[in-house]
């Protein structure tokens, strides 16, 4: 007999699919690319033709043109050569998606990264039985476990409430955790103008024009010193420490981020404020996700692969790590 899934070869820039002749998530340009979602590791531009959900697609859009774009709903079935594709929601961020490839009975699930937390900007992950799932470890070690979401935005409020001469200073990541955090405080019952960095600008609108209801925003760009005391300011994270940051009244400085778990790296950001909030599973929820895939082989990508790699041999799933280039662990957290 084969070996299972041996019509899909793993290479340093992606993941190759041969009966269909596509790749999953490349790192370089080819004819076929099905993209899991808009973070920069995994969506680059210039691809001959692209398979990806509508809203990633209009992710990729805002970040590189035009693509040539073939959009596949959530849900739906196409066929690309001799394979059958399908894309079931991640829970990562807005339009992410496992791809689902059936070939000749075998089914692989690549999981792009994911996680199964509540999002309010996305839709919830969906676990896809299969024979092999190909998971990300971003978090893969047991020492993380993520706490509570709710908690988190509560503390950020809890400190602006906290320090009325001063305004808090947040950074996220353009795509996905900056309109996770801004509908995480709606959420919470933050209904005060939240104010953004320019880089935030297009994709907040984009999130707002797919539906994702974020209230009101405005431009720091404008906005008077004063204005600013007692808001909610969110940049990326490179402009939390630059001179942009500034003009600010006084900022308390925050971030958020699953990374700031780890209090040396708070520091090294001199992150005054550390929010726990990540658009990846932690340990428990990777480990409790393969049960419940309960594939018969488990492909580790991007992340910590010997913890999880051990804890598959504990639990008498195969295992094998592949060796993927281009994923940059900070880009999304
Ligand atoms: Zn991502
Ligand atoms: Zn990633």
Not at 56 to 79: F, H, K
Request: charge should be negative; aromatic fraction near 8%.
């Amino acid at each position: 007999m084969a070996r299972l899934g041996n019509w899909i070869e793993p290479f340093p820039e992606g993941i190759f699919v041969k009966p269909a002749d596509a790749w999953v998530d490349p790192s370089k340009a080819v004819e076929k690319a099905l993209v899991t979602h808009g973070h920069a590791d995994h969506a680059r531009g210039g691809h001959g033709a692209v398979w990806a959900t509508p809203e990633t697609l209009a992710i990729m859009d805002v970040r590189y043109g035009q693509q040539s774009a073939n959009p596949v709903a959530y849900g739906e079935t196409i066929r690309v050569g001799e394979v059958e594709v399908s894309f079931v929601p991640a829970g990562h961020v807005l339009g992410s998606a496992q791809i689902i490839l059936d070939y000749r009975g075998e089914r692989v699930v690549v999981s792009g990264d994911y996680k199964r937390r509540p999002d309010p900007t996305c839709a919830p992950f969906v676990v896809t039985p299969c024979d092999i799932f190909i998971t990300e470890a971003t978090f893969g070690l047991p020492v993380f476990r993520h706490p509570d979401t709710g908690a988190e935005i509560d503390r950020l409020l809890h400190r602006l409430a906290h320090e009325p001469g001063r305004c808090v200073l947040v950074g996220a990541y353009a795509l996905g955790k900056a309109q996770r955090v801004i509908a995480e405080l709606r959420a919470r019952g933050h209904d005060d103008p939240i104010y953004y960095h320019g880089a935030m600008e297009r994709l907040c609108t984009l999130y707002e024009q797919l539906g994702v209801p974020l209230g009101e925003l405005r431009p720091v760009a404008g906005a008077k010193k004063e204005e600013l005391v007692g808001r909610i300011i969110i940049c990326p994270p490179s402009a939390l420490n630059d001179r942009w940051s500034r003009r600010l009244p006084d900022p308390v400085t925050a971030m958020a981020s699953g990374w700031m778990r780890v209090r040396q790296r708070a520091r090294q950001k001199n992150v005054e404020l550390p929010l726990v909030i990540s658009d990846h599973c932690d340990w428990d929820e990777l480990t409790q996700t393969i049960r419940e895939v309960s594939p018969k082989e488990v492909w580790i990508t991007h992340g910590r692969e010997d913890a999880l790699m051990h804890w598959c041999m504990l639990h008498q799933i195969k295992s094998r790590e592949l060796h993927l280039v281009g994923y940059e662990e900070d880009e999304e957290e």
